[in-house]
């Protein structure tokens, strides 16, 4: 085994894994430890020296920056054995028809013009959390999943799916008698927005015996009245069976 890559955070359950024992694992052969936190940084700090990843990414839009930005974190040791991926631009420090010699990491593997914009708004977007503060973020959307939490289990018919203790904010279930696209419908029409689908994990709701789920994702934005009216569809779904929207 030459690469380990392990999610922090399930995107479709909302089960925090236990990735610096993992991380140690993969060390203990000899392999490169990746850390998926897309789903992480918004909900909790990250210390990536304690989990002693490798690399850790995660994507800017889910800490509430703009689309298309994202950051990749590795260790300076393994940046540094590293060659770059692709070229051009300010990752070269000198080319002639002979060679190339390449920049310092992590110069070395931002070929081109960067995405300036979008990184100016991804700093801005930390810049926010950090503010608000991680803690009082992590401490607001625990309370917040478990009122939805108690909440969802009152519904005749719901199953959640995925319930670990350690859990980010992420409520994922299905409704007896109805397709997960069919809730998502009607939530929408509530002005009650979750992701409906199988969330780009397949193989983790697979091994639950489901194609999809319907998934609120809650943030520090989201209210008690909100999940109020979420339940409040649901409960009315699970009385009439197959009337959407009604």
Known sequence: TRIVSVTQVSNALGTVVPVKEIVALAHRVGAVAVVDGAQSVSHMRVNVQEIDADFFVFSGHKVFAPTGIGAVYGKRAILEDMPPWQGGGNMIADVTFEKTLYHAPPTRFEAGTGNIADAVGLGAAIDYVERLGMENIARYEH????????????????????????????????????????????????????????????????????????????????????????????????????????
């Open 143 to 246: 309370d917040l999943l478990v009122y939805t939490t108690r909440a969802l289990l009152t519904v005749p018919g719901l199953k959640l799916i995925g319930t670990a203790r350690e859990k980010a904010s992420v409520s994922s279930f299905v409704l007896g008698g109805y397709r997960p696209e069919e809730v998502g419908r009607a939530l929408n029409e509530e002005g009650i927005a979750v992701r409906s689908g199988h969330h780009c994990a397949q193989p983790i709701l697979r091994r639950f015996g489901q194609e999809a789920t319907v998934r609120p994702s809650l943030a520090f934005y989201n209210t008690c009245d909100e999940i109020d009216t979420l339940v409040a569809v649901l409960h009315r779904l699970a009385r009439g069976k197959g009337r959407i929207g009604r």
